[in-house]
């Protein structure tokens, strides 16, 4: 688990939670969904990405919003939309401890 | 998908011949089997590969003089005709140039395969000549971007990038070619899936039947449409359900045409700049049924004071704009023609509001001579805008540029289809214009085209009109010279206490001398009663024409919503 130091400029209105976002093994896929995570309106605090046994990867993403308050089904949607994403979706913490 | 495939025959033969080919063949040749006959583009160093096989096949190369060119002029062929358009341009600068048509197109959910040459695959990263990583540039701006790095990949790669395009919320699709890939021979074919994710458009009937009942229980009910129903091929079934429901219609930029201007129940544009009657309703309905909108700041106001009494359903392809800015009681995601389609609640039981709403857009109405009298004497732009677009034969398609003239073309011309009208609704690109109408006109030639710009936007790709000269494209242009950049000159006046900041553009060349520079027929105009000859002359020509219209630089747009102001607050000259 890597913890990020981020730009502090902007201040989260306290939107935050981590995703679970299920990528195709394709080229760019990767930068594309932290990508659309930050043009978004969002920082991210924690990325942790493990490959699966069908050879799609697991991406969790601890995030937190800045400069306004926003829809974190939104994101997810907006994540859904790209291609070779598979899948994105809020995991509460108590999911995440259990996959940690 | 909207774009006419070729035979399935040849589609196949795409993936399973084995006859050794480079890159830039199998490109072009799976470029020609999903049916692409015109490409908008301006050769290059590393895409000269793919400029060696262009000759040898059946596509019509159209050479603009700037990528950006290429890149909205492929945008105006695909807003005309429903198809795909297609751009090529080389690296580095050439690619770079083609950012802002790949942003026009994304904010504007239009299908355009962008390709663009890459240095060979070996230099990608040590910075080499006319090298510039344009995947990673335009990745918040692409709907999907592809690096080919195997010639055997590219018939599938080709096929993807145009199924992509096209389908759901439609948007630009770009693929980098590396020299070295474009230029390798292989007999390899690579299998690629089709894309799995893509479902079938699906109605959900509980949804159905929770926004007719929605409807049913509203007493101000009020339809606020945008581009989507003319993207989603929803024209008809829109029509249709106003018929059925009598309820009224209010409409963004970009929905504008998909209720023709005189239709009983329309009461036009809404936001920054909308008519009056059409901001009133949308303030006081009860329910507001969106239908392929986004709830756009332009239109909205101010966010929280933009319907604030009304219940929502939000009807739209893409699930990722529900409750992206404005919550929805209800919503129908999926296909918008069948949505729409589906939608049976019977007559709106809103009598009262539309006699109300009917009422406003009569007593608001544009009341040109009186506008006219009560301004300088010179020409006024609306007046001409009206009888220019009523003069026009229907079939007639307009595209503008940015800033006042594209407002006024939205208040003041006649719209009946929502393909009739090519404008930079999202991303507001000045320079549009030209190169749309270009593209337009190649893509629907048997249909009028007519551009409307600005002094200031004109002379960003001026430079188009060699290509209207090359290839006799008999674009019509009505250039309205306020000698400023207007919009800006207006909001300066407006909302920064008339202190004029580079607005000026008072030293503008002789446009009509410059036309027929291009050698393009080009006159002025600069009086009330030279109008209906000039418009006459317009319409009248055979080829590429230019009318060059001086307008007083003092006349400003309204009605007017202050930026982060309810529409309700309307400002008016």
């Known amino acids: ?100 | 998908m909207n774009q006419p495939l070729s035979t399935i025959t040849e589609l196949e033969s795409i993936h399973t011949d084995r006859e050794p080919k480079s890159g830039a063949q199998l490109l072009l040749e799976s470029i020609e089997a999903q049916g692409v006959d015109t490409v908008f583009g301006y050769p290059g160093g590393a895409i000269m590969p793919v400029y060696d096989v262009l000759p040898r096949t059946g596509l019509r190369h159209i050479l603009c003089r700037h990528e950006q060119g290429c890149g909205m002029a492929a945008i105006g062929y695909a807003r005309a005709t429903g198809r795909t358009g297609t751009a090529f341009a080389t690296s580095g600068p050439g690619a770079t140039n083609f950012v802002t048509a790949i942003a026009d197109a994304f904010l504007d959910s239009v299908p355009v395969v962008f390709v663009t040459g890459q240095v060979p695959t070996d230099l990608m990263g040590t910075d080499a000549f006319q090298e510039v990583d344009i995947f990673g540039i335009t990745l918040p701006i692409v709907k999907h971007s592809y690096i080919a790095r195997d010639p055997a990949d590219l018939p599938g790669m080709v096929e993807e990038a145009y199924f992509i395009a096209a389908e759901g919320r439609p948007g630009p699709v770009l693929i980098d070619l590396p020299k070295d890939v474009a230029n390798a021979v292989t007999t390899d074919r690579h299998k690629w899936r089709p894309y799995p994710k893509i479902k079938p458009a699906t109605v959900r009937s509980s949804h159905i039947s929770g926004a007719e009942s929605m409807i049913r229980a509203a007493r101000k009910p009020l339809f606020y449409i945008g581009g989507g129903i003319g993207q989603g091929d929803g024209v008809q079934e829109f029509r249709d359900l106003v018929e059925r429901t009598g309820i009224p219609v209010v409409s963004t930029l970009k929905g504008l045409g998909s209720l023709p201007n005189d239709h009983p129940h329309y009461l036009g544009m809404l936001g920054m700049h909308g008519l009056k009657a059409a901001n009133y309703a949308v303030q006081e309905c009860d329910l507001l049924i969106v239908a392929g909108a986004r709830f756009d700041d332009r239109a909205t106001g101010k966010l929280d004071t933009f319907a604030p009494d009304a219940r929502v359903i939000h009807v739209d392809v893409d699930r990722a704009e529900i409750n992206k800015l404005r919550k929805a009681d209800l919503y129908l995601d999926g296909s918008l023609k069948k949505n729409l389609a589906a939608l049976t609640p019977g007559r709106a039981d809103c009598g009262d509001w539309r006699e109300l709403c009917h009422a406003r857009r009569t007593q608001y109405e544009w009341d040109y001579q009186s506008a006219q009298d009560a301004v300088a004497p010179g020409i006024y732009a609306p007046k001409l805008l009206y009888d220019l677009s009523r003069k026009v034969p229907e079939s007639a398609i307009i595209t503008c540029d940015v800033g006042q003239h594209q407002m006024w073309v939205a208040q003041h011309c006649y719209f009946d289809d929502p393909r009739d009208h090519i404008t930079s609704g999202g991303l507001g690109t000045m320079g549009f214009g030209l190169p749309a109408a270009l593209g337009a006109k190649i893509g629907a030639s048997h249909r009028t085209v007519i551009t409307v710009s600005g002094d200031g936007s004109f002379m960003m790709n001026i430079q188009e009109l060699a290509t209207l000269f090359r290839y006799d494209v008999p674009v019509k242009i009505v250039l309205l010279d306020n000698s400023a950049l207007g919009m800006v000159r207006q909001w300066q006046e407006v909302f920064f206490d008339k202190n004029f900041s580079e607005v000026n553009l008072d030293d503008n060349p002789d446009f009509a001398r410059v036309a027929q520079a291009f050698q393009i027929e080009g006159f002025s105009i600069r009086t009330r009663d030279e109008v209906e000859a000039g418009i006459d002359r317009l319409l009248a020509a055979e080829g590429p024409i230019l009318m060059h219209v001086k307008i007083d630089p003092n006349e400003n747009v309204w009605p007017l919503v202050p930026p982060g102001r309810s529409n309700a607050d309307m400002m008016e000259r």
């Open chain 1, 1 to 100: 688990m890597t913890q990020l130091q981020r730009d502090r400029t902007f201040t989260s209105s306290g939107v935050s939670g981590t995703l679970k976002i299920v990528l195709h093994d394709v080229s760019g896929t990767l930068i594309r969904a932290l990508g659309t995570i930050e043009r978004r309106g969002y920082d991210y605090r924690d990325v942790h990405c493990t490959q699966r046994v069908d050879g799609d990867f697991d991406l969790l993403v601890h995030i937190e919003d800045v400069g306004g308050p926003r829809n974190l089904d939104t994101l997810c949607r907006q994540l859904e939309r790209l291609y070779n994403v598979v899948s994105a979706e809020k995991v509460g913490r108590r999911k995440r401890a259990e996959r940690a």
